[in-house]
């Protein structure tokens, strides 16, 4: 409680430091916290919620759930793409455009699967799917050109036991849609795509 206290006793004298340089007295930024500055404040926090999503790397990304996955790696034009990333091996149950936010578990260490996925739970997120990754990387197609990003929320099992995710990363200078084994063990530089549950 100490330290979450010393940190925002410093966030708001930053904040007030910054009003006063800008020439607002302490009566104007007072009038914020009144009720008559709820309006203000409001406008203050939507625009610090925007900036944050820039730190944290948020990309809002409307999904298709009526395309299929071949469509789906049609219009994220990648220079090469796994021809098993098919509708037929991994089925998604949502339906309808759904506008969402994808954003990024970076472990920066090996991690398993599983261990991924419930370190995501803890924080209150799911693994993105298929249709979701897919969807991402149509929109921000040089996001993987940065380091390669894994979907394990869609699992595609392999007539020899095996099971498979959907990933994007580049591989010399080309952007591709790609399968990995779900019992890889990921390397640190691997990032896992997400979405609030």
Same mark, same amino acid.
């Given at each position: 409680?100490?330290?979450?206290?010393?940190?925002?006793?410093?966030?708001?004298?930053?904040? =007030?430091?910054?009003?006063?340089?800008?020439?607002?007295? @302490?009566?104007?930024?007072?009038? /914020? #916290?009144?009720?008559?500055? *709820?309006? /203000?404040?409001?406008?203050?926090?939507?625009?610090?919620? !925007?900036?944050? *999503?820039?730190?944290?790397?948020?990309?809002? #990304? /409307?999904? @298709?759930?009526?395309?299929? /996955? !071949?469509?789906?790696?049609?219009?994220?034009?990648? @220079?090469?793409?796994?021809? @098993?990333?098919?509708?037929? +091996?991994?089925?998604?149950?949502?339906?309808?455009?759904?506008?969402?936010?994808?954003?990024?578990? +970076?472990?920066?260490?090996?991690?398993?699967?599983?261990?991924?996925?419930?370190?995501?739970? *803890?924080?209150?997120?799911?693994?993105?799917?298929?249709?979701?990754?897919?969807?991402?990387?149509?929109?921000?197609?040089? =996001?993987?050109?940065?380091?390669?990003?894994?979907?394990?929320?869609? #699992?595609?099992?392999?007539?020899?036991?095996?099971?498979? #995710? =959907?990933?994007?990363? !580049?591989?010399?200078?080309?952007?591709?849609?790609?399968?990995?084994?779900? !019992?890889?063990?990921?390397?640190?530089?691997?990032?896992?795509?997400?979405?609030? *549950?």
């Amino acid at each position: 409680m100490v330290s979450a206290a010393g940190w925002i006793s410093n966030l708001v004298d930053k904040i =007030v430091g910054a009003l006063r340089k800008h020439g607002f007295s @302490d009566e104007e930024i007072h009038a /914020l #916290v009144m009720e008559n500055g *709820k309006e /203000l404040l409001d406008k203050i926090v939507d625009a610090i919620a !925007e900036a944050m *999503k820039q730190i944290r790397r948020i990309y809002a #990304v /409307l999904v @298709d759930f009526g395309l299929s /996955l !071949e469509e789906l790696v049609k219009l994220g034009k990648y @220079d090469w793409s796994n021809p @098993d990333i098919t509708s037929a +091996h991994f089925p998604t149950r949502r339906k309808g455009k759904v506008e969402t936010e994808i954003e990024f578990f +970076h472990f920066d260490r090996n991690i398993s699967s599983e261990e991924a996925i419930r370190e995501m739970d *803890k924080a209150g997120y799911r693994p993105a799917e298929a249709h979701e990754l897919l969807a991402f990387g149509a929109k921000y197609p040089d =996001v993987q050109r940065e380091f390669p990003i894994a979907a394990l929320g869609s #699992v595609w099992q392999y007539p020899d036991g095996d099971r498979y #995710v =959907v990933c994007l990363y !580049e591989y010399d200078a080309e952007r591709r849609a790609v399968l990995s084994r779900f !019992e890889f063990v990921w390397y640190g530089i691997w990032r896992f795509a997400a979405v609030r *549950k």
